[in-house]
């Protein structure tokens, strides 16, 4: 028998074998197609093997979307807010610095790929709640990984420490993978309650030592809080004047009219 043959014999085999159900009822292939993600490598791992007698696996084109798809996975940004973009972010009638900070974040992500070893290689996003400042960094994170392929890690700030005192056994895992990933994504950090800022002792220190690890090795960071540079100062200095050397050319402060600038507070503006 020749090598074409056996191909032949082969691949009938495996055509066969495709279109059987798992208890061995034949199926059609409308339906054998619709169990695979992608239809044209059959999730071969993102391969598709060529024609004989070239056969040579060669890359499919669901290779980088399966990579976005692992990566967004790993990232721990949420299912809502995956949905976050610069197109649904609504800029119509609002403040200036509002758009500003759109701007910002905008030409951040445009800019990244050449700025991302420099030391003002990050962008922090501060002040007034409400104004849209974690929609705007979720859309440059969501980019970032599904248009560049860059790993993003999402940290929002009180609940990630409410989980992490929740099981130490996973603190050093969770802060070597802030120190460690391509970009980290700080969200509201130190929030205040009652109008104080959430800096316990021990909160300052396991951020300190992940943002002066990044600050250290060049590491992007992106910061969203309601504190302006000054406050963060006032938590910390050493850690206050990182977070501002790192992120100074990309770094909007908001603040105004909480009527103006928090969008859930819309319709009041008049009242």
């Known amino acids: 028998m020749t090598s074409q043959n056996i191909a032949e014999v082969l691949e009938k085999l495996?055509?066969?074998?495709?279109?059987?159900?798992?208890?061995?009822?034949?199926?059609?292939?409308?339906?054998?197609?619709?169990?695979?993600?992608c239809s044209k490598c059959q999730d071969r791992l993102g391969y598709i093997k060529g024609e004989w007698p070239n056969e040579v696996w060669v890359r499919c084109?669901?290779?980088?979307?399966?990579?976005?798809?692992?990566?967004?996975?790993?990232?721990?940004?949420t299912e809502e807010f995956k949905k976050?973009?610069?197109?649904?972010?609504?800029?119509?009638g609002k403040a200036q610095v509002i758009k500003d900070a759109y701007a910002c974040a905008l030409a951040?992500?445009?800019?990244?790929?050449?700025?991302?070893?420099?030391?003002?290689n990050s962008i922090a996003l501060l002040g007034q709640p409400g104004a849209g400042k974690t929609h705007l960094l979720t859309a440059v994170a969501n980019n970032l990984i599904n248009e560049l392929h860059v790993p993003v890690l999402y940290?929002?700030?009180v609940e990630g420490f409410n989980d992490l005192k929740d099981d130490f056994d996973k603190l050093e895992e969770k802060?070597?993978?802030?120190?460690?990933?391509?970009?980290?994504?700080?969200d509201d950090l130190f929030k205040p309650a009652k109008g104080k800022p959430r800096a316990t002792e021990w909160n300052v220190e396991q951020m300190y030592a992940v943002i002066n690890h990044r600050y250290l090795n060049h590491m992007p960071i992106m910061i969203s809080s309601e504190l302006t540079v000054d406050e963060l100062c006032n938590i910390d200095e050493a850690l206050g004047t990182?977070?501002?050397?790192?992120?100074?050319?990309?770094?909007?402060?908001?603040?105004g009219d909480r009527k103006v600038l928090n969008h859930r507070l819309e319709g009041l503006a008049n009242v």
Request: charged share 30%; glycine share 2%.
């Open 14 to 37: 495996r055509q066969k074998t495709m279109n059987q159900s798992p208890a061995g009822e034949s199926v059609g292939s409308d339906q054998t197609e619709k169990a695979y993600e």
């Open 242 to 255: 990182r977070i501002y050397q790192m992120c100074q050319d990309f770094l909007v402060v908001i603040k």
């Open 61 to 77: 084109t669901c290779v980088e979307w399966r990579h976005a798809k692992r990566l967004m996975k790993s990232s721990d940004i």
């Open 175 to 186: 802060l070597e993978r802030m120190k460690k990933v391509d970009v980290l994504f700080i």
């Open 108 to 120: 951040y992500y445009q800019d990244f790929e050449s700025i991302r070893k420099d030391r003002q």
């Open 84 to 92: 976050l973009s610069f197109q649904n972010f609504n800029t119509d």
């Open 155 to 157: 940290f929002p700030f």
